[in-house]
């Protein structure tokens, strides 16, 4: 059996492409766009909430949803508008 025997070049040339194929499905993942309607789950992960704080913003008129059978869907610009809307500019 032969043994075969690595280099710190051969190490280096591995590790430049490993990161070139992470750059490159990073690209990809963040190139595609999001859905149009999001579902409660979907949008309490997005903005890291529960589903009461999800509720309130529904019933005070701060998310504006459409209800189908029972399901509720969000329009994504509608709540990436609402956020750029509520954003807060600090002075230093």
């Not at 280096?12 to 750059?23: G, P, Q, R, T, W």
């Not at 209800?67 to 969000?74: C, N, W």
Request: zero cysteines; charged letters at 25%; aromatic letters at 8%.
């Amino acid at each position: 059996m032969a043994a075969t025997i690595i280099t710190t070049e051969d190490l280096h040339e591995f590790k430049i492409e490993l990161l070139d194929e992470i750059k490159t499905l990073l690209q990809n993942q963040s190139g595609q766009t999001p859905k149009k309607w999001l579902k409660s789950p979907e949008v309490r992960d997005l903005l890291g909430i529960s589903p009461g704080t999800l509720q309130n913003l529904r019933i005070n008129g701060t998310l504006p949803y459409s209800k189908i059978g029972g399901v509720l869907y969000y329009d994504y610009q509608e709540i990436a508008q609402i956020l750029e809307q509520n954003r807060i500019h600090n002075k230093f």
